[in-house]
Nanobody
Framework: QVQLVESGGGLVQAGGSLRLSCAASGTIFSINTMGWYRQAPGKQRELVAVISSGGNTNYADSVKGLFTISRDNAKNTVDLQMNSLKPEDTADYFC????????????????WGRGTQVTVSS
């Protein structure tokens, strides 16, 4: 069993910063991709940023240059530093991991955290 636990959400004024953290625990052999998605009220879940085990990153156009994703492979954690936040960044942010649970099972499984709320006031 695998769990992803997010922390770091909250209320911030426009132009401010927040740092989200996510820790994966449980039966984990290796993690391929980790990242963050978000879902605003009435909208579909969308990619914010993802990072591979090798450090390759992919960002939504709307957050490029403003958000930075990083991970610690040894600790199975992924962080999202969010700067210059805007009201349109208000959403529930979900941690994501694509991983293998054992060395003999080559299948990859996707896991999601429960989400952490980010509210940016104008």
């Amino acid at each position: 069993q695998v769990q992803l636990v997010e922390s770091g959400g909250g209320l911030v004024q426009a132009g401010g910063s927040l740092r989200l953290s996510c820790a994966a625990s449980g039966t984990i052999f290796s993690i391929n991709t980790m990242g963050w998605y978000r879902q605003a009220p009435g909208k579909q879940r969308e990619l914010v940023a993802v990072i591979s085990s090798g450090g390759n990153t992919n960002y939504a156009d709307s957050v490029k240059g403003l958000f930075t994703i990083s991970r610690d492979n040894a600790k199975n954690t992924v962080d999202l530093q969010m700067n210059s936040l805007k009201p349109e960044d208000t959403a529930d942010y979900f941690c994501y991991a694509d991983l293998r649970t054992t060395s003999w099972d080559t299948r990859r499984y996707e896991y999601w955290g429960r989400g952490t709320q980010v509210t940016v006031s104008s």
